[in-house]
């Protein structure tokens, strides 16, 4: 089992960046996909982008070319770097892990963190 704790959430105003941090603890994190997702108020939990492994990325539309997923296997840490922020953006977002292959539907990760708040306002 792993453990997740994600850091890094805020307010930023529009055209503004934030690093997300997602810290894992209790096994051996390199061997884990992980994910980000977001959930806005009212709305259902989507996927935001995921990282394999081996360092395969593959985002969101709506996210594409703003954000960037990256892992430090040594830190047992994945960051989600978000540039050019919208406030569509805001939202909790949440980390996930699998040990299984990353897909975008949100039931294929076992293991979550509890979620950082991430507001950008116009």
């Known amino acids: 089992q792993v453990q997740l704790v994600e850091s890094g959430g805020g307010w930023v105003q529009a055209g503004g960046s934030l690093r997300l941090a997602c810290a894992a603890s209790?096994?051996?994190?390199?061997?884990?996909?992980m994910g980000w997702f977001r959930q806005a108020p009212g709305k259902e939990r989507e996927f935001v982008g995921y990282i394999t492994w081996n360092t395969f990325t593959h985002y969101a539309d709506s996210v594409q070319g703003r954000f960037t997923i990256s892992r430090d296997n040594d830190k047992n840490t994945v960051y989600l770097q978000m540039n050019n922020l919208k406030p569509e953006d805001t939202a909790v977002y949440y980390c996930?892990?699998?040990?299984?292959?990353?897909?975008?539907?949100?039931?294929?990760?076992?293991?979550w963190g509890q979620g950082t708040q991430v507001t950008v306002s116009s």
């Open positions: 996930a892990a699998t040990r299984l292959r990353a897909t975008i539907s949100r039931t294929d990760y076992a293991y």
């Open positions: 209790g096994h051996t994190f390199s061997g884990y996909d």
